[in-house]
């Protein structure tokens, strides 16, 4: 066996290799990433001796409406140039997209929201992204605090990825505060929300067509250095 072409096996036994790595990344990133950040922020909050909070997927959907209201732009999340969707925007868009009566809506308390290019599963997300200061502790800790949803989305299926959590004093427990009607959760896509039984989607394809070029540069190299020496 000439040396070109035992390169060319050892590569294409690499290239198998990463590819399934990817695929179980892939399975990885499709579980459901909101309801880990919740369960992370639950983690949390008994570390500090404070109750759990409820899981609202209607909450969390209108956590993804929100996201969805910068129409994928990062720049517009914090900052001096940050900005923020209209408080009408709730009971005018959020939650009739979420099919959830205005009249279902509780206060919002407070509310969590990031942006970066790169995509990190949820412990990353919360410690990295979402919880960076004493603000954000305060809101994190927060004792009148009874529900919580979480939300993801990647922009056109990748970067940038937004992550946005909202916290309630709504009844706990309750099946009346952001209820969607019928009770059945809504699926709205792109992106995931919490507490809906529901797997992410829109949040790893960037990850999957990163892998594709790498492994066609990787294999056009090789076929080039075995065929050229």
Known sequence: MTKALRFLLLTLLFIYAAATGSADTQLKVTDNPADKLVAVINENRTAHKLPTLYDNPGLACIAL?????????????????????????????????????ASALAPITGRFLGCQSKYVHAPEAFSEILVRNQKSLDILYGKNDTQVGAALMGTDGGSPYFWCVLFSSGKPNSNTSFAFEGGVAKTTRPGCYSGANDECSGAHDWSQLNGIWLFATTLLISLEFAFSS
């Not at 910068?70 to 900052?79: K, P």
Request: net charge negative.
């Open 65 to 101: 409406q929100y996201i969805k209201a910068y129409e994928g732009d990062c720049g517009a999340v914090g900052g001096s140039k940050g900005k923020k969707p209209p408080e009408s925007e709730f009971a005018e868009t959020f939650a009739p997209n979420c099919g959830i009566e």
